[in-house]
C-alpha cells in the first residue's frame, strides 16, 4: 500500500465516527519506557527520485541567497522531503553577522522558538491520549489542582490545544514570576478575556499549562520525558532543551538583549521560557534542520519511522484537523490559510508552525513533502519583518517542483 493510500485510509478513519476508544485510567501506573536502538537517518535522493523538478535546488539557492543579502537573517538551514526521502539538507549564510561565524549546515542548532508548542508538547500530549492517560474533554483542573480559579473551572485540554482556552498573555510574567509554582499562580490569578471556548486567540500560556499537565501525569520533566519517548528513539541527537556548553559552537545566536548582559547564545531566547529554566511547554527547545527532517518524516509516514512508532496513524490525522469553523487552528498544530507561511500552495490537510526566532516546518500528507526553514531572524533584533515572504517564497517553491502534480492556490491569482 503506497503512502498517499495509507495517508487517506487514515483521514477518512480520523473523521469517521466511533464510540470512544478504551482508556485506561488515568491514575493507572503508566507503561516502562521503551528507548529502542536510534533509527538511522532519512535515505537521500534527488528530487527526480521522488518526482520533483531537478530546478528545486537552484530556485532555493537563489531564495536564500537573496534574503540573506537583504538582511533577512545572517544564514538559514533547509531541509526539504519527499516520500521519505530527503532531497534537501544544507545550510546558506552564516550563523551570525559577525565577520569569521561558522558557516550554516545542516547541523547548525537553532532556537526553535514556539515550534517547541508541536514538535515537543504537541507530541508528548498525543502520546499520553493515546496511552489513556490524558483526556482532551476533561477539566485541566482534574489534572492540576493549582488551576482552581472558577472562571477556569471548565477550560480543558482540547482548549488549550486549540487556543480557545480564554486566557490572553497580557502580562509580562517573566519580570515578576520565576519557576513551574510562580507561573501557575500568576496564570490561574488573572482573568479571562474571553468564555472557555467561546474565541480562538493563539497565546503561549497555554502550552505553559499544557506542559504543567503532562508533567504532572507522567511525573517527570517535559524534557526528560520526551527524550525517552521521542527524540531518543528517533535519534535526533541535536534535539534538545538547554543545549550544553559542549555544543555552543554549533548554536546559532539570537537577539541582543541588554538586560540579560548582551547576546543571547545558547540560551533560550524567549524570555518566559528562560524564566521557567529553559524547558517550557512553548518555547526553550533547540534543533537543527537534520533533526527535524527525521520528526517530519516519522509524521508523514503515519507516525513510525526507522521501525521505531511515536504515534498512530489516526492520532496524526485528527490532531492534524481544523477544531472550529472560523479558525486554522488544529490540536497544537496549525494549518494552511491566505497569507500564511505556508505559502499558497499546500493542500488543506497540510500542517504545521512557525517560531519567533525565525523557524517554521510544514508537512503536506496529499502530496507527502515537508519543508524545514530555520533561521535567527531576531540577530541582532526582533525588529526584522523579511522573513515572512522568505517563508512563503521557500514554501511555495517546494509545492511547485512537484511533477504531475495538479497544482492550485489557495489564494485569489491562481499560480
Same mark, same amino acid.
Given at each position: 500500500?503506497?503512502?498517499?493510500?495509507?495517508?487517506?485510509?487514515?483521514?477518512?478513519?480520523?473523521?469517521?465516527?466511533?464510540?470512544?476508544?478504551?482508556?485506561?485510567?488515568?491514575?493507572?501506573?503508566?507503561?516502562?519506557?521503551?528507548?529502542?536502538?536510534?533509527?538511522?537517518?532519512?535515505?537521500?535522493? &534527488?528530487?527526480?527520485?521522488?518526482?520533483?523538478?531537478?530546478?528545486?535546488?537552484?530556485?532555493?539557492?537563489?531564495?536564500?541567497?537573496?534574503?540573506?543579502?537583504?538582511?533577512?537573517?545572517?544564514?538559514?538551514?533547509?531541509?526539504?522531503?519527499?516520500?521519505?526521502?530527503?532531497?534537501?539538507?544544507?545550510?546558506?549564510?552564516?550563523?551570525?553577522?559577525?565577520?569569521?561565524?561558522?558557516?550554516?549546515? *545542516?547541523?547548525?542548532?537553532?532556537?526553535?522558538?514556539?515550534?517547541? +508548542?508541536?514538535?515537543?508538547?504537541?507530541?508528548?500530549?498525543?502520546?499520553l491520549e493515546e496511552e489513556g492517560r490524558l483526556e482532551l474533554d476533561r477539566a485541566v483542573a482534574h489534572y492540576l489542582p493549582g488551576f482552581d480559579a472558577p472562571d477556569k473551572a471548565s477550560i480543558t485540554p482540547r482548549m488549550l490545544l486549540a487556543h480557545n482556552s480564554g486566557m490572553r498573555s497580557y502580562h509580562v510574567l517573566y519580570r515578576e514570576a520565576k519557576g513551574r509554582e510562580e507561573y501557575l499562580k500568576a496564570i490561574n490569578a488573572?482573568?479571562?478575556?474571553?468564555?472557555?471556548?467561546?474565541?480562538? @486567540?493563539?497565546?503561549?500560556?497555554?502550552?505553559? %499549562?499544557?506542559?504543567? %499537565? #503532562? @508533567?504532572?501525569?507522567?511525573?517527570?520533566?517535559?524534557?526528560?520525558?520526551?527524550?525517552?519517548?521521542?527524540? !531518543?528513539?528517533?535519534?535526533?541527537?541535536?534535539?534538545?532543551?538547554?543545549?550544553?556548553?559542549?555544543?555552543?559552537?554549533?548554536?546559532?545566536?539570537?537577539? %541582543?538583549?541588554?538586560?540579560?548582559?548582551?547576546?543571547?547564545?545558547?540560551?533560550?531566547? *524567549?524570555?518566559?521560557?528562560?524564566?521557567?529554566?529553559?524547558?517550557?511547554?512553548?518555547?526553550?527547545?533547540?534543533?537543527?534542520?537534520?533533526?527535524?527532517? %527525521?520528526?517530519?518524516?516519522?509524521?508523514?509516514?503515519?507516525? @513510525?519511522?526507522?521501525?521505531?512508532?511515536?504515534?498512530?496513524? @489516526?492520532? #496524526?490525522?485528527?490532531? &492534524?484537523?481544523?477544531?472550529?469553523?472560523?479558525?486554522?487552528?488544529?490540536? !497544537?498544530?496549525?494549518?494552511?490559510?491566505? !497569507?500564511?507561511?505556508?505559502?499558497?500552495?499546500?493542500?488543506?490537510?497540510?500542517?504545521?508552525?512557525?517560531?519567533?526566532?525565525?523557524?517554521?516546518?510544514?508537512?503536506?500528507?496529499?502530496?507527502?513533502?515537508?519543508?524545514?526553514?530555520?533561521?535567527?531572524?531576531?540577530?541582532?533584533?526582533? *525588529?526584522?519583518? +523579511?522573513?515572512?515572504?522568505?517563508?512563503?517564497?521557500?514554501?511555495?517553491?517546494?509545492?511547485?517542483?512537484?511533477?504531475?502534480?495538479?497544482?492550485?492556490?489557495?489564494?485569489?491569482?491562481?499560480?
Open positions: 500500500m503506497n503512502r498517499f493510500v495509507f495517508w487517506a485510509l487514515a483521514l477518512l478513519a480520523a473523521c469517521a465516527p466511533s464510540p470512544a476508544p478504551t482508556r485506561e485510567k488515568p491514575t493507572a501506573a503508566p507503561p516502562p519506557a521503551v528507548v529502542p536502538r536510534p533509527a538511522p537517518r532519512p535515505a537521500l535522493a &534527488t528530487p527526480a527520485d521522488v518526482g520533483m523538478s531537478d530546478r528545486l535546488i537552484p530556485s532555493l539557492d537563489s531564495i536564500l541567497e537573496a534574503a540573506i543579502a537583504d538582511r533577512a537573517s545572517p544564514g538559514a538551514a533547509v531541509a526539504v522531503g519527499r516520500s521519505g526521502r530527503i532531497v534537501v539538507s544544507k545550510g546558506y549564510g552564516r550563523t551570525d553577522w559577525a565577520q569569521g561565524a561558522p558557516a550554516v549546515t *545542516d547541523s547548525t542548532i537553532y532556537d526553535l522558538a514556539s515550534l517547541t +508548542k508541536v514538535v515537543a508538547t504537541t507530541t508528548a500530549a498525543m502520546i488573572r482573568p479571562l478575556a474571553h468564555p472557555p471556548g467561546a474565541h480562538t @486567540e493563539y497565546i503561549d500560556w497555554n502550552l505553559i %499549562v499544557l506542559q504543567l %499537565v #503532562i @508533567e504532572r501525569v507522567t511525573g517527570e520533566p517535559l524534557d526528560e520525558f520526551l527524550r525517552k519517548r521521542v527524540f !531518543g528513539p528517533l535519534g535526533m541527537r541535536d534535539t534538545r532543551f538547554n543545549p550544553p556548553d559542549s555544543l555552543r559552537p554549533r548554536v546559532a545566536p539570537t537577539e %541582543v538583549q541588554a538586560f540579560r548582559g548582551g547576546q543571547v547564545w545558547g540560551v533560550v531566547h *524567549d524570555e518566559n521560557a528562560w524564566s521557567l529554566g529553559g524547558v517550557a511547554g512553548h518555547a526553550g527547545l533547540f534543533s537543527s534542520a537534520r533533526d527535524l527532517a %527525521v520528526f517530519a518524516t516519522m509524521m508523514l509516514n503515519g507516525g @513510525e519511522y526507522g521501525g521505531v512508532r511515536i504515534l498512530r496513524p @489516526e492520532t #496524526i490525522a485528527r490532531w &492534524t484537523r481544523r477544531q472550529a469553523s472560523g479558525s486554522s487552528r488544529a490540536l !497544537g498544530w496549525d494549518t494552511p490559510y491566505p !497569507g500564511s507561511s505556508a505559502g499558497r500552495h499546500f493542500s488543506p490537510s497540510s500542517f504545521g508552525h512557525t517560531g519567533f526566532t525565525g523557524t517554521s516546518i510544514w508537512m503536506d500528507p496529499v502530496n507527502r513533502v515537508f519543508v524545514v526553514l530555520l533561521t535567527n531572524r531576531i540577530n541582532p533584533t526582533r *525588529d526584522n519583518p +523579511k522573513l515572512g515572504p522568505l517563508r512563503s517564497a521557500v514554501a511555495n517553491a517546494v509545492q511547485r517542483s512537484v511533477l504531475g502534480d495538479s497544482l492550485r492556490s489557495r489564494e485569489p491569482g491562481g499560480r
